[in-house]
């Protein structure tokens, strides 16, 4: 197994654009996370996926982003219209939930920088 | 809502020597688990230990302890005899038993010294 998997690492991109992020979790993982973090903080939480359905989003996801797992395998989150105060790191984790207990260990991609001129 | 509060921006550790790394939470549930992930330079998120809140022994694994004080609202991360390779941020995390998200906190950097 190979980790998660992001793709691209770096984007750069000017204010307008449309960017797209490709993720890609550990393959027996269910369930898979979007994190934000802009430098210098902890990374804030965007969204996440239990196979396909998306559980639960964060006020932080305006309306210019949204996030698919079509197939419960991959994921991918796509950012309309950028803005430059949506530069930061885009993280992609997954785990492996079974019930309502333990330990829930997220294992993190390398992550994809964005920057927007 | 939980919240994760790191109180220390940056510290230096001189090698070999143990360092504390504190962390508070704030939350109304019973049941939640604890964390903590150590981010190198190179960006990515590494998972060092977990403490779930009805756990009544700390958690250790190799260098790493996590001092948990449940009626503190407390989890410290301890790091014994430090490494250079131990250079980098340090993040608290919280999350409901549930298997839910984790909330982070703002991070500690942390620079080991020879």
């Known amino acids: 197994d190979t980790g998660v998997s992001q793709d691209p690492r770096h984007k750069i991109t000017k204010r307008g654009q449309n960017v797209t992020f490709r993720c890609d979790p550990i393959?027996?993982?269910?369930?898979l996370y979007w994190y934000r973090q802009t430098l210098g903080q902890g990374p804030e939480f965007l969204t996440y996926?239990?196979?396909?359905?998306?559980?639960?989003k964060s006020r932080l996801l305006s309306d210019r982003f949204s996030a698919e797992r079509p197939k419960g395998s991959f994921s991918t989150l796509e950012i309309q219209r950028t803005e430059q105060g949506d530069s930061a790191m885009y993280l992609c984790?997954?785990?492996?939930?079974?019930?309502?207990?333990?330990?829930?260990?997220?294992?993190f991609g390398a992550g994809s920088r964005l920057t927007v001129l | 809502a939980q919240k994760i509060t790191q109180t220390q921006p940056g510290m230096f550790v001189q090698e070999k020597e143990a360092v504390t790394l504190d962390c508070t939470y704030d939350?109304?549930?019973?049941?939640?688990?604890l964390f903590w992930y150590k981010q190198p330079s190179s960006g990515e998120m590494i998972f060092l230990i977990y403490?779930?809140?009805?756990?009544?022994q700390n958690a250790t694994e190799g260098r790493y302890s996590l001092n948990f004080q449940k009626a503190r609202k407390s989890a410290n991360l301890v790091i014994s005899a430090s490494q250079l390779g131990d250079s980098a941020m340090y993040f608290c995390?919280?999350?409901?038993?549930?298997?839910?998200?984790?909330?982070f906190g703002g991070g500690t950097r942390v620079l080991v010294k020879p």
């Open positions: 984790a997954s785990s492996l939930v079974f019930g309502a207990s333990g330990a829930n260990v997220l294992t």
């Open positions: 393959s027996e993982h269910n369930r």
């Open positions: 996926f239990q196979n396909e359905a998306q559980l639960e």
């Open positions: 939350t109304s549930d019973q049941s939640y688990g």
């Open positions: 403490q779930g809140s009805y756990d009544e």
């Open positions: 995390a919280a999350s409901l038993a549930a298997g839910n998200k984790l909330t």
